[in-house]
C-alpha cells in the first residue's frame, strides 16, 4: 500500500487514525503496531511474519547484551567477547536477511560469468518492501544498545512500533531510536501538530502526485526514443526530467511520512533540504537523503577511523562507504557505477576543489547542474551498453549505431510540452514553498489551496495516472 492511493487515502488511513484517536494514549502504541503490521501486510502477505520474526529476534539479541553490561557492573567477569558475539549474531542475521532477498541473484550471476559457466541457478525469491531502510533501522539500534548510547528497550511493544511504524516503514526517514523514544514513552497530540501534519501530508501527496508523476513521462518519452535517436540537447532535457522526477517522488513520501509523524505524536527528522540548491557533491549529500547519509557516517565511515588516521585510510574509508551506497540502492552494476562516480567526485573535492566550488557560487551552481543530471541518469539506466551511449549522447560523443534524422524537431516538440511543468518544478526545488508554507500555513488562503491540492491529487489518483514509487525497488 502507498500513500498515494485511494486505499490508503480513504479507507486505511481514516479508520486508523479513528482507532489510534478514541484509544486511551497509554495503549496506541499497540494500535499504531498493529495498525503497521496489517499496512504492511497489505501488500506484503507473507513478509510481514520476516518482519515480526526480525523485531522479536533483534529485540532478544539487544536485551542479551544488555544484560552482560549488567553483569560486568555487578560482577568482575569480562563480557566483552559475550557482547562481541551477540553482535555479531545480530548483525550476520540482519544483513544475511537483506543479502539473501535483495543480493543473491546479483552474486550469482557474478560467479557464473567470472566461471564461464553455469555454476548456480538464480533464485525465484521476491524483494520485501522497505527491507532495506528497516534492516538500518534494526541494525542502528543494536550498535548503540551495544555502545551503551541508550539501554536496551524493556518493552518489545515500543521496539515493534519504532522498526515498523507505517509512516516511515517502506521508505524512512531512517530514524534512530533515540529520536523517537521520548513520543515511544508518552506522546500528546495537539491541535497544531494534527494541522502542520495535515499541511506538510498534502504538500508532499502534491509533490508526488502533480509533479513526480507528470515529470515522469518526460523522461518516458526520451527513453522511447533512445540514445540512438535523440540529439544533446533532448539527452540533457530528458536526465533533467528524470531528476525532477526522482527529486519530487523520494521528496514527497518523506514529507507525507513526516507529516503523518506529526499527526500521530512524533516529530521525525528532515531528509531534504533543497539539494537541488547545492554547491558541490559534498554539499549535496549534506541535504539528499539526509537519514541515510548519517547511518552511513555513524555506522560505517567513523567507525573505520573516518579522516583521523591520515589521507590515504580517509580515501579507503569514503571508498567502502560509497560502494556500499551504491549497494544499498540496488543490486546491480549501474548503481556500483553510480557510487564510484560519487567516490571519485567527493574525493576529489575535498583533496583539493571544495575551497574553490564554495568562493565561486555561480561555477558551484554550473557544476551541479551537469553533476545531478548525470548521476541520476547511471541511477537510472541499468543496461551497461544503453547507459553508455546515453552518456555519450550528453556529451557531444558519436553513438555508433545513431539514426541520421533530424532530431531537433523532437526537443522543441518536448520541450514545448514540458517547460511549464520544469519551471514549476525548478521553483519547488527552492527553499520558496517550504517557507512560504510556514510562514501561511495557519492562514485561510493556504487551507483553501491545500484542498485544493489534495483533491486535485485524488482526481490524479482516481483517474488511473501513472503512479509509480521509485523507492519501492530500493
Same mark, same amino acid.
Given at each position: 500500500m502507498v500513500f498515494s492511493s485511494m486505499e490508503f487515502l480513504f479507507r486505511f488511513l481514516p479508520l486508523f487514525l479513528l482507532i489510534y484517536f478514541v484509544t486511551k494514549p497509554k495503549y496506541r502504541n499497540v494500535v499504531l503496531l498493529l495498525g503497521s503490521l496489517v499496512f504492511y501486510a497489505y501488500g506484503e502477505p507473507i513478509y510481514v511474519f520476516l518482519m515480526m520474526f526480525s523485531i522479536i529476534f533483534n529485540y532478544s539479541v539487544a536485551r542479551r547484551i544488555k544484560r552482560f553490561y549488567d553483569i560486568e557492573v555487578y560482577s568482575e567477569i569480562d563480557c566483552s567477547f559475550e557482547r562481541n558475539c551477540w553482535l555479531a549474531v545480530a548483525m550476520v542475521f540482519d544483513f544475511g536477511m537483506l543479502f539473501i532477498f535483495?543480493?543473491? %541473484?546479483?552474486? &550469482?550471476?557474478?560467479? %557464473? #560469468?567470472?566461471a564461464g559457466t553455469k555454476i548456480f541457478d538464480s533464485v525465484a525469491i521476491t524483494l520485501p518492501l522497505g527491507i532495506s531502510f528497516y534492516t538500518f533501522q534494526i541494525t542502528s539500534y543494536i550498535f548503540d544498545v551495544y555502545r551503551l548510547k541508550y539501554q536496551a528497550d524493556k518493552s518489545i511493544i515500543k521496539f515493534g512500533t519504532y522498526v515498523s511504524m507505517f509512516p516511515q516503514l517502506i521508505a524512512g526517514p531512517i530514524v534512530n531510536y533515540d529520536e523517537v523514544k521520548p513520543e515511544l514513552d508518552h506522546r500528546e497530540v495537539k491541535a497544531d501538530d494534527i494541522e502542520r501534519g495535515a499541511t506538510l501530508f498534502v504538500l508532499g501527496l502534491a509533490y508526488k502526485v502533480l509533479l513526480a508523476n507528470k515529470i515522469a513521462s518526460l523522461w518516458n518519452d526520451v527513453q522511447t526514443?533512445?540514445?540512438y535517436g535523440i540529439n544533446t540537447v533532448t539527452a540533457w532535457l530528458g536526465s533533467w526530467g528524470f531528476s525532477m522526477q526522482l527529486f519530487f517522488d523520494f521528496f514527497g513520501y518523506s514529507l507525507m511520512? &513526516?507529516? /503523518? =509523524?506529526?499527526? /500521530? =505524536?512524533?516529530?521525525?527528522?528532515? %531528509?531534504?533540504? %533543497?539539494?537541488?540548491c547545492a554547491t558541490s557533491s559534498t554539499d549535496f549529500w549534506r541535504r539528499w537523503h539526509i537519514t541515510l547519509s548519517r547511518w552511513f557516517r555513524e555506522y560505517v565511515y567513523i567507525p573505520l577511523g573516518g579522516n583521523r588516521k591520515g589521507?590515504?585510510?580517509? &580515501?579507503? !574509508?569514503?571508498?567502502i562507504v560509497w560502494l556500499l551506497t551504491g549497494l544499498w540502492h540496488g543490486a546491480d552494476w549501474n548503481f556500483i557505477i553510480w557510487g564510484m562516480f560519487f567516490f571519485v567526485l567527493l574525493t576529489v573535492e575535498k583533496l583539493f576543489l571544495l575551497d574553490k /566550488?564554495?568562493?565561486h557560487a555561480i561555477l558551484s551552481h554550473i557544476y551541479m547542474l551537469i553533476v545531478i543530471p548525470v548521476s541520476w541518469t547511471i541511477f537510472n539506466i541499468s543496461d /551497461?551498453? #544503453?547507459? =553508455? !551511449?546515453? &552518456?555519450k549522447r550528453l556529451f557531444f560523443l558519436p553513438v555508433k549505431g545513431s539514426v541520421k534524422i533530424d532530431t531537433f524537431p523532437k526537443f522543441l516538440e518536448l520541450f514545448g510540452t514540458y517547460w511549464w511543468l520544469l519551471a514549476i518544478c525548478a521553483i519547488c526545488c527552492t527553499p520558496i514553498p517550504i517557507r512560504l508554507l510556514k510562514r501561511f500555513y495557519k492562514t485561510w488562503v493556504c487551507k483553501i489551496l491545500m484542498l485544493a491540492l489534495f483533491w486535485l491529487s485524488v482526481y490524479q489518483i482516481a483517474s488511473g495516472a501513472n503512479n509509480p514509487f521509485l523507492y519501492f525497488r530500493f
Open positions: 535483495k543480493y543473491i %541473484n546479483f552474486f &550469482i550471476e557474478i560467479i %557464473n #560469468t567470472a526514443v533512445g540514445p511520512a &513526516i507529516g /503523518l =509523524g506529526r499527526i /500521530l =505524536g512524533f516529530k521525525f527528522p528532515t %531528509n531534504f533540504k %533543497n539539494p537541488y589521507q590515504k585510510r580517509m &580515501i579507503l !574509508n569514503t571508498f /566550488l564554495e568562493r /551497461l551498453p #544503453t547507459l =553508455g !551511449n546515453y &552518456i
